[in-house]
């Protein structure tokens, strides 16, 4: 089955720390640009990063920018988002993406997404 598969989120508290696993099945992670988005309550999904494949650059949106690293294990065919110093506005759910190309921190032409995980920053 063809699919990307999220886990990791949960309720943290300010400049806390996260870790999302977005595992890939069916088909090579590497053989894809990567991405990851985020959908607050009541706002439209938005792009947080986009790493190339086979060791390309990374962008990232300058509201994650020093505090989100995107990461890959290839021999897992997994990749990973490091979040630190999380912020209440960092609420949503994140989705993590398998795509053609990246432009900037956006990823397009995406093949597959995952169903998303919630993170909640709160006290």
């Known amino acids: 089955q063809l699919q990307l598969v999220e886990s990791g989120g949960g309720l943290v508290q300010p400049g806390g720390s996260l870790r999302l696993s977005c595992a890939a099945s069916g088909f090579t992670l590497d053989d894809y640009d990567i991405g990851w988005f985020r959908q607050a309550p009541g706002k439209e999904r938005e792009g947080v990063l986009c790493?190339?494949?086979?060791?390309?650059?990374?962008s990232y949106a300058d509201s994650v920018k020093g505090r989100f690293t995107v990461s890959r294990d290839n021999a897992k065919n997994t990749m990973y988002l490091q979040m630190n110093g999380l912020k209440p506005e960092d609420t949503a759910v994140y989705y993590c993406?398998?795509?053609?190309?990246?432009?900037?921190?956006?990823?397009?032409?995406?093949?597959?997404w995952g169903k998303g995980t919630l993170v909640t920053v709160s006290s």
């Open positions: 993406a398998a795509g053609a190309y990246c432009s900037d921190y956006e990823t397009y032409g995406v093949a597959y």
């Open positions: 790493k190339g494949s086979s060791g390309g650059t990374t």
